[in-house]
């Protein structure tokens, strides 16, 4: 399948999917996750006019930042060690994966040291699994408090990763509880602005993720394919 296939067959699923579920196509964003990919494809997707590139490594980042800063927005999606904040602060505009007061602490320091804000997620373990990072869910309205000291850091959502599920329906319960989450954080006015965003579904369970409230979809396979597809980008 070459890339504006594989685009344009996302971009069917996802308005089918906001269809379903009476949701505007313009409250999803997608964010093209390039991490298996080289700067080349990635700069023909932000051509394609995705203009969100996702990573989760700084050097195999670089390249691409490089060849796309001012184009496109990085987010940052894996996780971070507070060593690595230095490369990360100002380069990527938003962080998907603050789960530590340790990162926080790192991430304002940068921040105010280049005088920027970061918006930040805060990504969540929901389905428990001992492989994934995030805080639980019962720790995140404590660790919002120790965050709100850190006035570099701005909150605006919720992130997760479901369970790898053959079946996507599977993973619904995950993408329901984070809403859910994000829904009573507001209803308890956890901050002073409220959560708007929930970071979910990836290329196996975006559908499942937009029906239950994804405002921003992190895709890589399906979108923009791996490194072996390349051959076939037209
Ligand atoms: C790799 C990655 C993705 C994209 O994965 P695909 O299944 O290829 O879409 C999304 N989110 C995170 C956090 C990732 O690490």
Same mark, same amino acid.
């Given at each position: 399948m070459t890339l504006q296939s594989r685009l344009r067959d996302v971009e069917s699923r996802l308005e089918q999917a906001c269809l379903r579920s009476g949701r505007r196509r313009e409250?999803?964003?997608?964010?093209?996750?390039?991490?298996?990919?080289?700067?080349?494809?990635? *700069?023909?997707?932000?051509? *394609?006019?995705?203009?969100?590139?996702? *990573?989760?490594?700084?050097?195999n980042a670089k390249p691409k930042w490089d060849a796309l800063k001012g184009q496109a927005s990085f987010h940052y999606i894996g996780s971070l060690q507070t060593n690595k904040v230095k490369d990360i602060v100002g380069k990527f505009e938003f962080i998907h994966s603050l789960d530590r007061i340790s990162l926080a602490e790192a991430i304002h320091k940068r921040a105010q040291a280049l005088d920027v804000q970061v918006p930040c997620f805060l990504q969540v373990n929901v389905s428990g699994e001992e492989s994934k990072h995030g805080l639980a869910p019962e720790e995140v309205i404590s660790f919002i408090e120790k965050v709100k000291p850190f006035d570099r850091i701005r909150l605006i959502g919720l992130m997760t990763m479901a369970p790898f599920e053959s079946e996507a329906e599977s993973t619904r319960p995950v993408f329901r509880a984070l809403r859910q989450l994000r829904d009573d954080l507001n209803a308890a006015s956890a901050l002073d602005e409220p959560l708007t965003e929930l970071s979910m579904g990836m290329s196996n369970d975006f559908e499942v993720a937009v029906e239950e409230g994804a405002t921003w979809v992190r895709l890589g396979t399906v979108l923009v394919g791996k490194e072996e597809m390349e051959e076939e980008l037209s």
């Open positions: 409250d999803v964003n997608v964010i093209a996750v390039t991490k298996y990919v080289s700067a080349g494809t990635a *700069e023909a997707v932000v051509r *394609e006019g995705v203009t969100h590139i996702g *990573e989760n490594r700084w050097p």
